[in-house]
Each structure stands twice: as structure tokens, then as C-alpha cells.
């Protein structure tokens, strides 16, 4: 094999790398504001009277786990 085809087989698989890695920061992040939701529920079930100040909380803990699947977003693109 020439050098010229193995160059362009790292180049593709290193951007493989990073939509992997983009991947898998979307899952977490999915995963993430899944719990993120359903605890704020169950605690909003348990004590209704505290609705307003979870809610804020909540707000907080998605836009947390939300900056990190961007996070990945860009470290996918760098890479």
C-alpha cells in the first residue's frame, strides 16, 4: 500500500473516533436528563409544597448535563 492510502485511512478513521465519541456524550447527556427528570418528579411527589424551588434545581441539573454533551460536541469536531 502506498503511503498516500494509509494516510487517508488514519485521517477517516480518526474522524470515525470522534463521531464515536460524540455518540457516546449524547447518550450520557440522554441518560443524564433522564434522571435528572425523574428524581425531580419523585421529589416533587413526596413533598408538592417545594415545587417551585426543585423546579429551579432542576433547570440547573439540565442545563449541567446538557453543557457536557456539548461539551463532547466540540471535543467530536477538534478531533
Known sequence: MSLEVLAQAQEITASGYGAIGYGLAAIGGGIGLG????????ATARQPELAGQLRTTMFLGIAFTESLALIGLVAGFIL
Not at 36 to 41: G, I, Q, S, T, W
Open 35 to 42: 434522571l435528572v427528570v425523574a428524581k425531580n418528579m419523585e
